[in-house]
C-alpha cells in the first residue's frame, strides 16, 4: 500500500508499518533525553517498546486468523504510531461472528498477560504485588521487564475493551446491539458513543498536554464518522444490482497493441489502470494496472504487446451482483475499476464514477 513499508508476511498476511511510525523514533529519543535515562535503562526502554510492537502485531493476527475462519480475507495489518489495524475484506455475516473477531485481539493480550502473571507468580511466590509496591518502580532494570510486559498487555486489552468505537469495545459493543437493531442502528449509535469518547480523549489531551491523547482522540473521532458512512453507502448500494449501475463503453487498449508506443504516448494526465480487450470480438483480456506499468517503464519493452503484460487474475464481476459487494471487491484490490462479465461476454465496467453517479442520483 502507498505510504506505507512491508515489513515481512506471515499466514499469508502481510504486515505493513505506516511511514508516521517514523514519527516515534524521535519521541523515543525525546523521552530518553526528557526522562535523563542513562544508556542501560534507555536500551531497556527499546526492548520494552519492540516486545510491545510485536503484542500489538499478535493482536491484529487474533483478528485476522478469527475472522479468517469465518472466511473473511485480511487484505493487511498496517502498524500506526497509535496501533494495529487489521484490514478485512469485509465485515463477518452474523453478527456473532463479529463479536468474537473483535473479542479476539484483547483475549490475544490477556493470554500473554496470564502467561507473563504465571511466571511472576513464580518468581515472586505468589506475591505479585511486591512488584509494584515499592518506591522507584518506574526505573527501568532488567528485572523489570517482565512485570513491565505484563501491565503492557493487560493495559491494551482493557483500553481496546473501552466500548467506543472503533476500539474492540465498541465493535463488540456494535455486534451485541446489531443482533435487535441491525448493523446500521447499531454502528450509528457505536459510532456516536465513539465520538463523544473521542472528544473526551482530546479534552482530556488538552488539558494535560498530552500529545499522544490528543492525537489518539483525533484519529479515533474521524475513524468513527468514516466507518458509520462506509456502513450507510453499503446500506444503500445493496439494493442495486451492477447491471444498472456499470458503464457500458469505457475506453480500452487492445491485446496487439504495441507495449513501448503505448507508454511512449502516455501522458501524466492519463496514469491509471487501463482496460485491455481482444479486438476480434471486444472480449475481456485482462488489465494493465497502474502498479504495472511503473515497473514496466524501467525495462526494455522492444517488440512486446499489451497482451502480454495485462494480468487477467484480478476478480470479476457479475451484472446479477449487487453494487455494495462490487464496491467491497473493488476496494480489496485497488484498482480503478473492475470488469463485470455476464456468461462469458464482457459487458462494462464497474469504477468508481459510475458508483458515485449512482449514489448522488439516489441521495438527491
Known amino acids: 500500500m502507498q505510504g506505507a513499508l512491508k515489513i515481512f508476511t506471515l499466514a499469508r498476511i ?11 523514533a524521535f519521541f523515543l529519543l525525546y523521552y530518553g533525553w526528557y526522562a535523563q535515562m542513562d544508556g542501560v535503562s534507555f536500551l531497556i526502554f527499546l526492548v520494552l ?26 487484505k493487511d495489518i498496517i502498524l500506526l504510531p497509535i496501533g494495529g489495524l487489521a484490514r478485512l475484506e469485509k465485515l463477518p455475516k452474523k453478527p456473532l461472528q463479529e463479536f468474537v473477531v473483535a473479542a479476539a485481539g484483547p483475549v490475544v493480550n490477556l493470554i500473554i498477560a496470564l502467561l507473563l502473571g504465571i511466571i511472576l507468580w513464580f518468581e515472586y511466590n505468589g506475591e505479585i504485588g511486591r512488584i509494584f509496591s515499592t518506591r522507584g518502580t518506574l526505573i527501568l532494570r532488567w528485572h523489570r521487564v517482565i512485570p513491565m510486559l505484563f501491565v503492557l498487555n493487560l493495559s491494551l486489552a482493557i483500553m481496546n475493551l473501552i466500548p467506543a468505537f472503533p476500539l474492540d469495545g465498541g465493535r463488540i459493543l456494535r455486534a451485541t446491539l446489531a443482533i435487535k437493531l441491525g448493523r446500521l442502528r447499531a454502528t450509528q449509535i457505536a459510532s456516536y458513543l465513539g465520538q463523544g469518547f473521542s472528544v473526551f480523549l482530546v479534552g482530556y489531551g488538552i488539558y494535560r498536554q498530552d500529545f499522544m491523547s490528543m492525537i489518539l482522540g483525533f484519529f479515533l473521532f474521524s475513524m468513527a464518522r468514516k466507518e458509520y458512512r462506509l456502513l450507510k453507502t453499503d446500506n444503500i448500494l445493496s439494493s ?3 447491471g444498472s449501475a456499470m458503464k457500458k463503453t469505457f475506453p480500452a487498449l487492445y491485446i496487439n497493441d504495441s507495449l513501448s508506443e503505448f507508454l511512449t504516448s502516455l501522458t501524466v494526465k492519463q496514469q491509471g489502470d487501463f482496460l485491455v480487450l481482444n479486438p476480434v470480438d471486444q472480449s475481456f483480456h485482462g488489465i494493465l494496472s497502474a502498479a504495472a506499468i511503473k515497473k514496466l517503464r524501467k525495462k526494455n519493452n522492444t517488440g512486446l504487446l499489451i497482451g502480454a503484460v495485462a494480468e ?14 462490487g464496491l467491497s471487491v473493488l476496494r480489496s484490490v485497488e484498482l480503478d475499476f473492475l470488469p463485470v462479465i455476464r456468461g462469458n461476454e464482457f459487458v462494462g465496467v464497474l469504477d468508481y464514477d459510475s458508483i458515485n453517479e449512482l449514489l448522488k442520483a439516489k441521495t438527491n
Open 49 to 74: 517498546f519492540l516486545a510491545l510492537f510485536i503484542s500489538v502485531i499478535l493482536h491484529e493476527y487474533g483478528h485476522a486468523l478469527t475472522a479468517r475462519h469465518y472466511g473473511v480475507k485480511t
Open 14 to 24: 502481510p504486515v505493513y508499518v505506516h511511514w508516521s511510525f517514523s514519527l516515534l
Open 312 to 325: 487477467s487474475s484480478y476478480p470479476i464481476l457479475s451484472p446479477e451482483q449487487n453494487v455494495a459487494d
Open 240 to 242: 442495486y444490482l451492477i
